[in-house]
Nanobody
Framework: QVQLVESGGGLVQPGGSLRLSCAAS????????MRWYRQAPGKERELVAG????????NYAESVKGRFTISRDNTKKTVLLQMNSLKPEDTATYSC?????????WGQGTQVTVSS
């Protein structure tokens, strides 16, 4: 079965950095695009970043462009989200996502809190 397991969240001061990781299993990872989403309390889930199956193409929400970088390692079946220059408004639960066999799969999420 598809499993997505996120890690790397935590508490960080404004301006700091975190690196999130998502370990995938249960599907042929190298064949599928991957995405990071986030959801803050009381807000809708939003797409943060996406990466193509090969890693050649990426896209970002306007709010994170220039600060976040998505990457993947198809050998290790992981997708990463490097987050720099973090702001309080980046506080949210971050989840990775894959659309596989006509449905979305999500990990359990990892909490990122940006606060002084």
């Amino acid at each position: 079965q598809v499993q997505l397991v996120e890690s790397g969240g935590g508490l960080v001061q404004p301006g700091g950095s975190l690196r999130l990781s998502c370990a995938a299993s249960g599907f042929t990872f190298r064949n599928f695009a991957m995405r990071w989403y986030r959801q803050a309390p009381g807000k809708e889930r939003e797409l943060v970043a996406g990466i193509s199956s090969s890693g050649d193409s990426t896209n970002y929400a306007e709010s994170v462009k220039g600060r976040f970088t998505i990457s993947r390692d198809n050998t290790k079946k992981t997708v990463l989200l490097q987050m720099n220059s973090l702001k309080p408004e980046d506080t949210a639960t971050y989840s990775c996502n894959v659309y596989f066999q006509w449905r979305d799969y999500w990990g359990q999420g990892t909490q990122v809190t940006v606060s002084s």
